[in-house]
C-alpha cells in the first residue's frame, strides 16, 4: 500500500488552483488577462470608481486607458516605446463625471450624451449607449467567474460598438468585440492571473 503523502499534493491541488485566480482583492496590486489574439490587460485600481489598463502586446505596453467603475473609457492614450503619445490622447467627460456612470447589472439599459476631446481634432459630441445582458458563467484558463455581457455603442459622426465582459467578483470589463464600419473583429481571453 502506497503511504498517504503520495496523494496530499493531489489533494490540495485543486484548492491551490482555485487560490491563484483573482478576485476582486487583488485589484488593488493589479491582474492580467490575456487573449487569444496575443494581447494583454493589466488592470490596477487606482480609487474605487476608477481603474488604470495597460494593454500590452508580445510585452510591449501599446495603450493606456482609465476606466470610471473599471467599464466606461475616461481617457485613452497610445504608448510608443515605452513613451505615452499625448498626440493620441481622447478624453470622454460626462454630465456628473463618474458619477453618470452606472455599475453593470443584468438586464439593466441606459444611455447618456457626453462630450469627447480628441487632442488632434478637438471636442465632439457623442452619445453613449449601454444595454447589459444576463448573468452567466465564464471560464477563463483554469478560473470559472460570474459574468454579464454586454454592449456599449458610441455614435456620433462615427459609430462604434464594443461586446464588453464584466466580471462583477472582479469590477473590471473586458472587450470581447467590437465593430466598426470595417466590420466586426472578437477576442477571446485565455488566462487570467494576479500581477502583471
Known sequence: MRPLSCFLPLLFLPATAALACPTGADLATGFTVEFDDGASEFYLGIRDDLVRMEQSYEGEVSAVMDLGLGVFVLSYMDVYDGRPDTSTRITTSYPDGIASLKVPEAGAR?????????????????????????????????????????????????????????????????????????GRFDYGAVNIRAGE
Open 110 to 182: 441606459w444611455s447618456v450624451e457626453t462630450v469627447g476631446l480628441n487632442t488632434m481634432d478637438g471636442p465632439f459630441a457623442e452619445t453613449v449607449i449601454v444595454a447589459w445582458g444576463n448573468e452567466a458563467s465564464l471560464q477563463i484558463g483554469a478560473c470559472s467567474y460570474t459574468a454579464i455581457d454586454g454592449i456599449i455603442a458610441y455614435q456620433s459622426d462615427y459609430t462604434y460598438s464594443e461586446g464588453i465582459t464584466y466580471l462583477p467578483d472582479l469590477g473590471v470589463g473586458f472587450v470581447s468585440w467590437y465593430e466598426d464600419n470595417e
